[in-house]
């Protein structure tokens, strides 16, 4: 499934219209947590389950989207991390129906 439209909607969450017009939302603050690159994988091993991030708000605001090849999205954050890759099926997972 790929997407027809990605937005970012009142600089809080995620949009994105699929091929199927199913739309789906997720809160940047969810975005960011469940980064799934490398760094982030790392740090959440490392803090465990049970730690609960907070953000600048220079980590939740998205500067740049781009496509990485035909199945994911990379995402720029403003404090620079730019180092996650969303596969669609990966994007889709995480966020929840739209409503
Ligand atoms: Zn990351």
């Known amino acids: 499934m790929l997407p027809k439209k990605i937005s970012v909607k009142d600089k809080n969450y995620l949009f ?41 708000l220079d980590q939740l605001t998205i500067v740049k989207i781009s496509k990485v090849g035909k199945y994911a999205l990379g995402i720029e954050w403003m404090d620079g991390h730019n180092t996650g890759i969303y596969e669609f099926g990966y994007l889709r997972s995480i966020s929840d129906k739209g409503k």
């Open 16 to 56: 994105v219209l699929w091929e199927d017009d199913s739309e789906t939302s997720i809160k940047l603050s969810d975005l960011r947590r469940e980064c799934p690159c490398a760094i982030c994988n790392s740090e959440k091993s490392e803090r465990g389950n049970k730690y609960i991030p907070l953000y600048t």
